[in-house]
Every structure is written in structure tokens, then in C-alpha cells.
């Protein structure tokens, strides 16, 4: 065993305690301090002649828990957490370490007291828990098990005692985890996550909470509890409940008037356009309409008076136009709008004061003339579409003579026989749209219809050298569709599509393809084709009666037919197009609103 130089063992006898950066003290059984450390000379201040408590304590007897007193009796080491007051009387936190000194007889004749001073971590640890106290919010120490760790007084007040409780039981009463939740976002990803959450509390209350949650990390880098922070927005929720229920009661006035309202920002945007002015000024719904669009139709002036005067201008009787140049007589108010002093727009009425039995006639055969001219118009349209299916079914029966395929030969003829039932049954459709019968509507496959639609148009897209493609992301469940219907609206889009490759030449890869995918309760299905593209001008008038980019060859109804029949499933139609690059028509259905059709 190698032996301790003995001018090491000078060193740490004579210099080692006053070197340790540590408060050292040797006690005598009637706790007076015989030796001290310079460093807790400098803390405490002189120690000669005096008792631990009058030093560390500044007391004049001994302390009721005295640690020092128990260790002479027990001859075992011991640490505690102590306060005590520096030389200057000023509190400090300490970690005292009391090791007693046995002699060869077993006796404790003196004590070392080895103490760390902790005052900066206290001082730290106390801000932080009074920061995590007196925070203006909700706030929790949530484990990976879903317990809260514990929890700040307010959050106490509101909820009562939350430690140990899971968090999904003591805050919306669940005996399951939420599938929302950001506590569980946060500890699989480690990022700070937000959500917005409504705790239903056990004793009845329902809050509205914004909550952040953090990780918290410890010094091993393991993250097993997340922080969360919960603000009340309970009162800004019902607000903006009563400014939503405010907006649409007066939203229904202006919608429900039988007066024309219409609303224009400072910036002459049109913001309100009301139901009735629509019907006066002859405008399709969803029609985008400029200030250059009403300023035609006014009387000429009448706005720019609107803008100048401080009070409302009234014109009795004025001549108006329609969109399509068709004269009226109506009573015009105009107002400037302000909030407070501050100018934000102007807003007019209009109200149709024409002889209603005039108007009533001429409304009467105009409806009639117009309904059987796009009964003609659809017929002709529809069943031109089903003539290519025919021409389809004709093209798999010649192959199928041409090739001895008798399966193909069966294939023409069922597509020949079903298409030609179509006819007769589009027929019959068309005449229930003028009359305005509902739809039937079924489960479906709307991949079954999309098939069936690709297949009719196989021989003309051979012919014209045009490829299909149908992508199905995943299996569709059925959809409550009219079987018919959805057809002879996927018609109308293919059979565009292909009228989109018109006069292109052979070189292009000439494409349709079909997108039918399901997101967030939304079925959509998309028919894409890299032709010609439609411009923006002709794009806002594609829905519109009788409007055709197709010249005299079309009759303009197809679409106008598609948006109807999608309309009556309660859905919707776009289109993004480029010209020159192609177009895409996509048509949205909402599970959940197709499902009510059944009711």
C-alpha cells in the first residue's frame, strides 16, 4: 500500500479546510465552536468564543430541532436543510453535513459541521414557484400516464384537488384519453403545441381553454412530463357566439328583404348583395359583381351623389337596368356609411315599383319559353352524349364480331341495350328538371359510375388518341347518389374534356385523367384534361343559361345542367383552368350532407 507523502498530509492538515470553498466548523458537546474555516469566517463573521446557534442562528439558546445535540447522542452523520442569518443579518439557505468525531473509546467529544450554502437556488426555486403560483392561467405537470404531476393554485380554485387525477377524467370527465389531445401531440414530438379545448368539469361547469403545452425536460434529456398552460376563454367564446348570432340575424334581414340591398366599402367592393338584388338586377348567384357592373345599371350619377351628400339620396322613381339590358322603374335610397366620424362605404335600397301584373306576365312567359327551349336544348345536348356511349358499346361489339370475342360481343351489346335505356330515362329526367322533380337518389359506387362513364367514351377516345387515367386513392365507401343523375353530370365533364383536344395535334400526350378521393367528410372527384384550357372571362360565364365555348356546336346547358344536378346532392363544382395547359373540374360532396338526403 502506497504511503500518503507526508508533505501532502501537511498541506491538507494545515491548509485544506481553509482552502475548501465550503463553510467548516468544529463543535464541542457544549456546542461551542472551537474551530472554523476562513470561508465561514467571512460568512458569518467572528466565531471565537461562541455557541453555533448565537452564530449560524443569532439566537441566545439553543434551537428546539438542534441537529448538532442529536448527533453527540447518536454518533451517526447526518444532513439537513437549514436558514440562518450572515454576519451582515441577512437569511441564507445552507446544507449541513454534522459528522461526528469518535475517539478510540467510542466517544463523541466534537463535531464537524461541513455546510454548502444554497441561497441562490432557494431564491431561484421560490421566483419559480411563485411565478408558477401567481401565473395568470391554468397550470399543470402532466406525466406520461395522463396524471397531473400537480398543479397551481388557480388551477385548484377552478378545478379542486387535481394531483394524481388524469387529466382527461378531471377536466372534461372522460374515462378515456382525448383524441385532441396536445399534452399527447407534445410528448410524441417534443414541440410546444396549442389547441383549443372545452373542459366539462364534474361538478357541471363547462369551459371554453386555450391551451399551450411544452416539454419539460430533464438534466438526463428524458422528457416524462409536459407543462401545460390553460387560459380561460370562456367569455371570449360566448362573445364572439353573440357577434356570430348578431352577423346572421342581420345577415337574414338583409338576405330575407324584399328590397335590392347592396353594401360597397370605401374601396368599391361590393360587399353586400343581397337575394332580392340579385333577382332585380337579373345577377346569377355566385356571379361576381363590380362597381363598374352596378354603376351600369343605376342611374348615371347616382352613387358619386351618394358619396358627396351628408344625408340620404331618394330618387322616387328612377330607370334601372338589368345585367341584360332590360329596363325597370324602382325607388333608389342611398346613404353614406360612417362609424363614428370615419367614412367606411356606402350603402343603397332598391325597390321595384314596375306594374306588377305587366311583370307578372311577361316573368310568366318568359319562364315558359325559357323551359321549353332548354328542354329542347338539354335533350339534344344529353343525348348527343349518349350517343358516344352507344358508339362505345357499337366499337366492343364490332371488335368483338371483328375478333371472334364473344365476351366483347356480349359487352357491346349490354352497353348498347343499357345506353339505349338511357336514353329513353334521360329523356324522361330532362322533362322532371322542367318540371322541378327531386332527385332518387342510393348507395353507390361512385367508382362503378366513373368506370362505366370512362367505358362509354372508350371508342371516341381511341379515335381521337386520348388516354384515361383513373386514380383511386382509396376504396370509397358507398355514397348516397342518384345513380343516373351523377352519370349523366360525369358525362357532360368527360365528354367536355374530350371537346377540350379539339383541333390539337397528335404530337401531345393527349390525357383525361379522373382523381376520386375521400378527405375530412368530403368526397371529391375531379375529371383533368391538358387541352386547350379555358381564359378567365369565359371561365366566369361557364354555369351561366345557354353560354357554350364550344360556338354553335354547343348548347350551353351541359354545365349549366351538371351544377344543377351536383347542387341537388348539395354539393359544388370548380374549375381551375389555364389556357393553353388544360382545365380541372372538381365536384365536392359532403358525406354528411349526401347522408341526410336519406331522412
Known amino acids: 500500500m502506497t504511503e500518503t507523502p507526508q508533505d501532502l498530509k501537511d498541506w491538507i492538515e494545515k491548509e485544506f479546510f481553509n482552502a475548501a470553498p465550503v463553510f467548516i466548523a468544529a463543535l464541542d458537546p457544549e456546542l461551542n465552536i472551537i474551530y472554523a474555516n476562513q470561508a465561514f469566517e467571512n460568512r458569518f463573521g467572528d466565531w471565537k468564543g461562541k ?96 396524471q397531473v404531476v400537480r398543479a397551481n393554485k388557480r388551477a385548484e380554485d377552478m378545478i379542486g384537488n387535481l394531483q394524481g387525477e388524469y387529466c382527461y377524467s378531471a377536466l372534461k370527465g372522460r374515462k378515456e384519453k382525448c383524441l385532441e389531445c396536445t399534452a399527447r401531440q407534445t410528448f410524441d414530438d417534443g414541440m410546444q403545441h396549442t389547441g383549443y379545448h372545452v373542459w366539462n368539469l364534474t361538478d357541471g361547469r363547462t369551459v371554453h381553454m386555450h391551451v399551450i403545452t411544452i416539454l419539460l425536460k430533464a438534466e438526463e434529456k428524458t422528457h416524462d412530463l409536459v407543462m401545460e398552460m390553460a387560459v380561460d376563454i370562456s367569455a371570449t367564446v360566448k362573445l364572439q357566439s353573440r357577434l356570430e348570432t348578431a352577423h346572421s340575424y ?27 338584388a340579385r333577382s332585380l338586377f337579373n345577377i346569377d348567384k355566385g356571379q361576381i359583381v363590380s362597381l363598374e357592373d352596378i354603376n351600369t345599371m343605376l342611374p348615371k350619377g347616382f352613387l358619386a351623389k351618394v358619396s358627396e351628400e351628408r344625408s340620404h339620396v331618394y330618387l322616387p322613381d328612377a330607370q334601372l337596368k338589368r345585367s341584360n339590358g332590360d329596363k325597370f322603374s324602382g325607388r333608389l335610397i342611398g346613404n353614406k356609411l360612417k362609424d ?207 353560354f357554350s365555348t364550344k360556338g354553335l356546336e354547343g348548347t350551353g346547358l351541359g354545365l349549366l345542367m351538371t351544377k344543377k344536378i351536383i347542387q341537388e346532392h348539395g354539393g359544388n363544382i370548380s374549375v381551375f383552368s389555364k389556357l393553353g395547359e388544360g382545365s380541372v373540374f372538381r365536384v365536392r360532396f359532403l358525406r354528411g350532407r349526401l347522408s341526410k338526403l336519406k331522412e
Open 250 to 276: 342581420l345577415e337574414s334581414l338583409i338576405n330575407t328583404s324584399m328590397d335590392g340591398i347592396v353594401g360597397i366599402s370605401k374601396r368599391g367592393k361590393i360587399e353586400v348583395f343581397n337575394t332580392a
Open 51 to 146: 455557541k453555533c446557534f448565537d452564530i449560524y442562528k443569532k439566537k441566545n439558546e439553543i434551537c428546539e430541532d438542534c441537529t448538532s445535540r442529536f448527533a453527540f447522542s447518536n454518533a451517526k452523520t447526518s444532513v439537513s436543510e437549514q436558514t440562518g442569518y450572515d454576519k451582515n443579518g441577512h437569511l441564507i439557505y445552507y446544507i449541513k453535513y454534522t459528522v461526528p468525531v469518535i475517539d478510540k473509546k467510542g466517544q463523541v467529544n466534537y463535531l464537524v459541521e461541513i455546510s454548502t450554502e444554497t441561497t441562490r437556488f432557494k431564491k431561484t426555486e421560490k421566483e419559480y414557484k411563485l411565478l408558477f403560483e401567481q401565473v395568470p392561467c391554468n397550470v399543470m405537470i402532466i406525466n406520461r400516464q395522463f
Open 340 to 546: 363614428i366620424d370615419k367614412n367606411i362605404g356606402m350603402a343603397f335600397s332598391v325597390h321595384d315599383i314596375s306594374q306588377l301584373k305587366n311583370l307578372e306576365k311577361e316573368k310568366i312567359e318568359a319562364e315558359r319559353m325559357a323551359i321549353v327551349g332548354q328542354t329542347v336544348a338539354g335533350l339534344a345536348h344529353g343525348i348527343k352524349n349518349l350517343i358516344n356511349a352507344l358508339d362505345g358499346g357499337m366499337y366492343f361489339l364490332k371488335s368483338g364480331i371483328g375478333k371472334g370475342d364473344i365476351k366483347r360481343v356480349h359487352k357491346g351489346i349490354e352497353a348498347l341495350t343499357r345506353n339505349t335505356e338511357r336514353i329513353r330515362e334521360f329523356s324522361m329526367a330532362f322533362l322532371n328538371y322542367a318540371r322541378f322533380r327531386t332527385i332518387t337518389p342510393k348507395d353507390c359506387d361512385p367508382a362503378e359510375i366513373i368506370n362505366e362513364v370512362i367505358e362509354s367514351f372508350t371508342a371516341k377516345a381511341t379515335k381521337n388518341n386520348i388516354r384515361f387515367i383513373f386514380k383511386e386513392d382509396q376504396k370509397i365507401s358507398p355514397v348516397f347518389l342518384d345513380y343516373e343523375k351523377i352519370h349523366e353530370a360525369l358525362t357532360n365533364l368527360v365528354g367536355n374534356a374530350i371537346d377540350a383536344f379539339s383541333d390539337i395535334e397528335d404530337t401531345r400526350k393527349k390525357t383525361i385523367t379522373i382523381n376520386l378521393f375521400e378527405e375530412e367528410g368530403s368526397i371529391f372527384i375531379e375529371v383533368q384534361d391538358n387541352g386547350h384550357g379555358i381564359d378567365d372571362e369565359h371561365r366566369k360565364r361557364l354555369f351561366q343559361k345557354f
